[in-house]
């Protein structure tokens, strides 16, 4: 029984190390977004598959982006490390901060208003 308890408790530390790890390498590629689109950045994190979070960015130029995290408490600790505000909801205060060109509304909108084909 001892044996067994000792095995948990070797995997469970052996699981948290790793979710560290990556949540420190979340956080790193977190802060040189934030320092590349004009030295801070703000998200939002949402479940977006069984097991994945999405972190959405928002840099202070207004340029965005996403990463994926493996656990809601990974991305939550990579954004605590970075120094990240998160924003409960991607809409109002957030969604205003983003800058969009050219290349999005033909994405998103693409056949309607005659842009690329989505191939």
Do not use: C
């Amino acid at each position: 029984m001892a044996d067994t308890k000792q095995a948990d408790t070797e995997q469970s530390a052996g699981t948290d190390a790793r979710a560290e790890k990556h949540a420190q390498r979340l956080a790193r590629q977190i802060t040189s977004f934030a320092r590349s689109h004009g030295g801070s950045a703000e998200g939002q994190l949402a479940h977006i598959a069984r097991g994945s979070i999405r972190i959405a960015l928002v840099g202070a130029n207004g340029e965005w982006g996403n990463l994926v995290a493996p656990s809601y408490e990974a991305a939550r600790r990579a954004a605590e490390l970075a120094g990240l505000t998160l924003h409960d909801d991607f809409d109002g205060e957030l969604a205003a901060k983003v800058r969009t060109g050219r290349y999005e509304w033909s994405r998103m909108a693409g056949m309607q208003l005659g842009g690329p084909a989505n191939d």
